[in-house]
Antibody
Framework: QVQLQESGPGLVKPSETLSLTCAVS?????????WGWIRQPPGKGLEWIGS???????YYNPSLKSRVTISVDTSKNQFSLKLSSVTAADTAVYYC?????????????WGQGTLVTVSS | QSVLTLPPSVSAAPGQKVTISCSGS????????VSWYQQLPGTAPKLLIY???KRPSGIPDRFSGSKSGTSATLGITGLQTGDEADYYC???????????FGGGTKLTVL
C-alpha cells in the first residue's frame, strides 16, 4: 500500500525558507508517477503548488514559481519542497501526494498533511 | 479567486440526491479530465472521481461524475450524514501548465 508522510519544521520565521520532505513507502518513486505538493490555508481551499517526475521534470504554480523548488531523491524514495521568503500568507497545511503521469491525472494517494505556521 | 468555480455550500436531506457543479474554461475543464475529492473534517482529501466519471476502487456507486463542455458535475445519491464534507474539483490548466482546484463546496446533510 502506498503511503506518504510529510515532515519538517512546524514553525518558520517570516522571510525564511520553508522546507518539507515527503517520504514515500510502498512504491518506488523511480517507477513512475508525478509527485506533488498541495497546501490549504486554515479554513480555506486547496492550492496546487507543484509536482515533479523521477527525472526531475517539474511543473509549478505560476503564482508561486519564483519562490518554489521541488526536488526528488530517488535513493531515499522521497521528494522535497522549498518555499523561500515566506510570509504569514504561507501558513497552511501542506500535503504531499502522488499524481498520475498525464497532465490532468488525479492525486490518488495523499499524506496526512503537516501544518506550517509562519510567525516570528 | 480560484480558477475553477464551485458553489460555497449545498445541502440536502438524508436519502436525497445532490449535485455539485464545477465551472471552468476551455483551457482547463474544456480540454482536460476532471477529478473530484472529498475532504472530511480534519483529514486529507480523498480521491472520489477521476477522468471525469471513473471511481477508484472502494468508492461506492452513490458517487458519480460527468462533464459537459467547460463544466463538470459531481452527483451523490442516497445521502448519508457521513457524506458531510468539503468537496473539491481539480484538473489541469493548459494555459498555466499547472494544476488547479475549485474553491471547495461544503455539503450539509440536514
Amino acid at each position: 500500500q502506498v503511503q506518504l508522510q510529510e515532515s519538517g519544521p512546524g514553525l518558520v520565521k517570516p522571510s525564511e525558507t520553508l522546507s518539507l520532505t515527503c517520504a514515500v513507502s510502498g512504491y518506488s518513486i523511480s517507477s513512475g508517477y508525478y509527485w506533488g505538493w498541495i497546501r490549504q490555508p486554515p479554513g480555506k481551499g486547496l492550492e496546487w503548488i507543484g509536482s515533479i517526475y523521477n527525472s526531475g521534470s517539474t511543473y509549478y504554480n505560476p503564482s508561486l514559481k519564483s519562490r518554489v523548488t521541488i526536488s526528488v531523491d530517488t535513493s531515499k524514495n522521497q521528494f522535497s519542497l522549498k518555499l523561500s521568503s515566506v510570509t504569514a500568507a504561507d501558513t497552511a497545511v501542506y500535503y504531499c501526494a502522488r499524481r498520475e503521469i498525464y497532465g490532468s491525472g488525479p492525486f490518488d494517494y495523499w499524506g496526512q498533511g503537516t501544518l506550517v505556521t509562519v510567525s516570528s | 479567486q480560484s480558477v475553477l468555480t464551485l458553489p460555497p455550500s449545498v445541502s440536502a436531506a438524508p436519502g436525497q440526491k445532490v449535485t455539485i457543479s464545477c465551472s471552468g474554461s476551455s483551457s482547463n475543464i474544456g480540454n482536460n479530465y476532471v477529478s473530484w475529492y472529498q475532504q472530511l473534517p480534519g483529514t486529507a482529501p480523498k480521491l472520489l472521481i477521476y477522468d471525469n466519471n471513473k471511481r477508484p476502487s472502494g468508492i461506492p456507486d452513490r458517487f458519480s461524475g460527468s462533464k459537459s463542455g467547460t463544466s463538470a458535475t459531481l452527483g451523490i445519491t442516497g445521502l448519508q450524514t457521513g457524506d458531510e464534507a468539503d468537496y473539491y474539483c481539480g484538473t489541469w490548466d493548459s494555459s498555466l501548465s499547472a494544476g488547479v482546484f475549485g474553491g471547495g463546496t461544503k455539503l450539509t446533510v440536514l
